[in-house]
Each structure stands twice: as structure tokens, then as C-alpha cells.
């Protein structure tokens, strides 16, 4: 975990995220609380809880963004639960610990990138030599040098071969109720019969691609990957409960089995701290970091469990974006909308220059469907935008291509003026 202070944390997230001034304050304390206990003796360390935050606020205005980015920033597994997503009949059990084995699966993957990455060097030299193997098979030390000249000057790239690679093709089937007990039947079967390897003509390019993904396979420890991935779910971990405004008591009609007070008793003992199987080992869930957040529109943080409301200290309240922010949005954040677009199309030979008046309109008529239609926050302006962008994006090769006021009216006009129809397109 990076060792930032909080005032570094929320600068950092300035740079993505608009407004959210208290949100951003209370997950960079959290994070630097996470931060300060590593730093305590072993057994005020263990006594020390995270702080976990609740986050409350309409839909669309930046909730998931924070906790996603404050994740990146911290170099921390994240993963996000909707709560309702345990609600559901037909379900055989709740199974809520799976949002642990996901992040501990977000964290391998996490820590495998890394390791991948800190080996690849060498696996990119084991793959040339294979290569030349393949190339020259039973050459002398003559022919392989020449061979060797040739292809690291790029002039073997289209050539065909035929290499021996490990047969990516699924051979195993997961069985319903395995992942429950922490088992992976298809890591287990794979564990148990000898990998199966098959010869493929490739191309020179394409083969080295295949080689030194293996190669770099071959040189990390696994067993390795999995302690470090345990120990930073463990550590650093960060789990985003989305919607549990829906899993009130009193939001709650369909019966004991599925109620939502149910879910909220499930994730207790989460929140509290329990221990958990997974595929990669046991993980205690004591120093996993939890943001919780809702809407709390028809219910409020107290009708909660009150065990549960204890475990999250933390309130933050977001605001809702008015249009000035949705200029900002649109403009500011390091790879905000409109530079994705500008980006997308220039690749087409498209040059797209966003004019102030243009930016705008397109965040008045933003905050205006959201006020009439319905609220969906910053997401508006993906819709928005996408409509504005219609024929610019159709075509290609267009040039110089200025977005200001008068363009946008003329693609909005007709549709936000229609309520119907906002609903469809908008
Ligand atoms: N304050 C903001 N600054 C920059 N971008 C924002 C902001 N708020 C929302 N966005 C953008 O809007 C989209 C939706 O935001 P986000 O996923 O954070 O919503 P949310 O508040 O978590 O809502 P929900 O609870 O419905 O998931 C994202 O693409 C995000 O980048």
C-alpha cells in the first residue's frame, strides 16, 4: 500500500472525480487509518478495526467511482456487490461469502499481473530461444546465430512454424455447489492429469506471443501468488456493498427466506470479521475495508440492523451534480468523456473540438432530462453525449469538426423536447 497522507489521497482523486469534497475526505481517512495500524504492534494491531464507511447519495453521482479509484490508488483488491443480488428467490442459500472469494480472486489476478510482469524479461528471452528451436531444429551453432540475427531484426515476423503449446481449450465443467465449499473442481482435475499439449502452426509473431506467455507461466510460483493474494485481501482489501438502502426490514415483502434483514444478518459476521474457504485458502475478513452505500430515499441508515449500522461508522452524504458539475465532469477529469471521444475519432480521421458553449448545452440538457425524466446522475451524459455524437461517430474522415451550442441544440432539440422520446433515446 502506497504511503499517502490524506491530503495526497484526495488530490489524487480530484483528478478523476468532481465535487464529493466530504466523500473523498472520509475514504482518504479510511485509507490512511488502514495505512497507521500497519504501522502498530502486533496486538494493538489486531484490536484496531477499519472504519468502514457508508455512503449516501442518488444514483450516478460518483459513490463507486471513489471507492473504485481510491482501490487503484492504494494498489488494493476491490470488488463490488449490489446487496439486493442476495434477495434472490431461487437462490439455494445466500451465499454471501462469495464477495470474499471474488475479491481474493481480484486480488490473484492482481498480484499474478505483477509477478507476470516482473518476470517477463526473462520469459521473453526463454521464448526467443524456443522459437529458434522451432526455426531450426538440429541446426548448428553457425545457423542458429545467422537465424538469431534474422529474427531479432524482425524479418521472420509472418513466417509459418508449428510449436507445441498447452491446450487452452475448457476440458472441465464447474459443478453447482463446488465454488460454495471453496473448491474448484476444474483446477483440481487439471491438477490431476498431465497437462495436454498440442502442436499448432503459427506464425512466427503470433508464436512468441504463445511462448512467452508460457514461459512466464512456467516462472512464477503459484503457490506464491496465492499467499501474497490471500495476505492483500486480507490487508488491503476493499469490498463495495452497492444498494444496501434495498435490504431494510421494511423495503421487505416477500417472505422470511429472501428478506432483506436476512442478507443484512448474512453480512454481519463478514463485517465483523470471520474466516472464509476459497480455492486459494482460508481468508479472514477482520481488515478487509467494507463501503457500503444507497440512495436512502425510502428507507434511512437506522432502519439497518443496529449491529450492523454499528459496523460502519463512517457517514458520508454525496451531493447531487448540477450542470455547472457536469461541465466539469465532461472536461476535467485526466480521461473524461469528451477526450475519449475526441481520442475514438481521431483515429478515423475525425478532429473533434469541443467548444465552451457546447459543453455547455450538452450539461444544461443533462440536468434538464435528469429533472424530467428521471435522476440518474453523471450517467446521463454518456447517453447524452453518445446522441450528440451520432453522425460524427457513423462517419469517417470528416476533419475539422467544432461541437458548440447551436450543433447540440440541433441534435437535442427535437428529442428533449419530447418527454416520450427522452425516455428512449436520452
Ligand atoms: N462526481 C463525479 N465526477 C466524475 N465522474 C462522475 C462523478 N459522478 C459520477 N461520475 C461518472 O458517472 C458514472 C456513474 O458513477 P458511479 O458508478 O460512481 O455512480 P454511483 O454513485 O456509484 O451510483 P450507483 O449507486 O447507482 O452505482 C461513472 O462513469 C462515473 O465516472
Do not use: C, W
Not at 531450426?136 to 524479418?155: C, D, I, S
Not at 476444474?186 to 506464425?203: A, F, G, H, I
Not at 463495495?240 to 434495498?246: H, P, R, V
Not at 434483514?261 to 481468508?283: A, F, K
Request: glycine share 6%.
Amino acid at each position: 500500500m502506497l504511503n499517502l497522507t490524506p491530503l495526497e489521497i484526495v488530490e489524487e482523486l480530484d483528478k478523476y472525480i468532481i465535487g464529493q469534497h466530504k466523500a473523498k475526505r472520509s475514504v482518504a481517512v479510511a485509507l490512511r487509518n488502514h495505512f497507521r495500524r500497519r504501522q502498530l504492534a502486533g496486538e494493538i494491531q489486531r484490536e484496531v478495526t477499519p472504519k468502514n464507511i457508508l455512503m449516501i447519495g442518488p444514483t450516478g453521482v460518483g459513490k463507486t467511482e471513489i471507492a473504485r479509484r481510491l482501490a487503484r490508488l492504494a494498489r488494493a483488491p476491490f470488488v463490488k456487490v449490489e446487496a439486493t443480488k442476495f434477495t434472490e428467490t431461487g437462490y439455494v442459500g445466500r451465499d454471501v461469502e462469495s464477495m470474499v472469494r471474488d475479491l481474493v480472486q481480484a486480488s490473484y489476478v492482481m498480484v499474478q499481473e505483477e509477478q507476470l510482469e516482473r518476470v517477463s524479461e526473462r520469459a521473453a528471452k526463454n521464448a526467443e530461444e524456443h522459437l529458434l528451436d522451432a526455426l531450426l531444429p538440429g541446426g548448428t551453432e553457425e545457423g542458429r546465430a545467422k537465424m538469431r540475427e534474422l529474427l531479432e531484426a524482425g524479418k521472420l515476423e509472418d513466417r509459418s512454424i508449428e510449436i507445441e503449446v498447452k491446450d487452452e481449450r475448457p476440458q472441465q465443467m464447474m459443478m453447482p455447489g463446488m465454488e460454495e465449499m471453496g473448491l474448484n473442481l476444474q483446477e483440481m482435475m487439471s491438477n490431476l492429469l498431465p497437462k495436454r499439449r498440442v502442436r499448432r502452426k503459427t506464425t512466427v509473431r503470433e508464436a512468441r506471443e504463445a511462448l512467452r506467455g508460457e514461459e512466464a507461466e512456467k516462472l512464477i510460483d503459484h503457490d506464491e501468488v496465492s499467499r501474497e493474494a490471500i495476505s492483500r485481501a486480507e490487508n488491503s482489501g476493499i469490498i463495495f456493498i452497492d444498494e444496501i438502502d434495498k435490504v431494510t426490514g421494511s423495503d421487505n415483502t416477500s417472505g422470511p427466506d429472501v428478506s432483506g434483514e436476512g442478507v443484512q444478518r448474512d453480512l454481519l459476521p463478514i463485517v465483523e470479521g470471520t474466516q472464509v474457504n476459497t480455492r486459494y485458502g482460508q481468508v479472514k475478513t477482520d481488515h478487509v475495508l467494507f463501503i457500503a452505500a444507497g440512495a436512502f430515499t425510502a428507507s434511512k441508515p437506522s432502519d439497518l440492523i443496529p449491529e450492523l449500522q454499528g459496523r460502519f461508522p463512517i457517514r458520508v452524504e454525496l451531493e447531487e451534480l448540477s450542470a455547472s458539475d457536469f461541465q466539469l465532469i465532461l472536461t476535467k477529469p485526466q480521461y473524461s468523456l469528451t477526450k475519449q471521444y475526441t481520442e475514438l475519432l481521431k483515429v478515423d480521421g475525425t478532429r473533434l473540438r469541443f467548444d465552451d458553449s457546447g459543453i455547455e448545452a450538452i450539461a444544461e440538457y443533462s440536468a434538464r432530462v435528469n429533472a424530467d425524466v428521471e435522476d440518474i446522475g453523471a450517467r446521463r451524459l454518456h447517453t447524452v453525449l453518445e446522441t450528440v455524437l451520432e453522425d460524427v461517430s457513423f462517419a469517417t474522415n470528416l476533419g475539422d469538426v467544432v461541437i458548440d451550442r447551436a450543433y447540440v441544440e440541433k441534435k437535442l432539440e427535437d428529442i428533449a423536447s419530447d418527454e416520450d422520446l427522452s425516455r428512449y433515446v436520452l
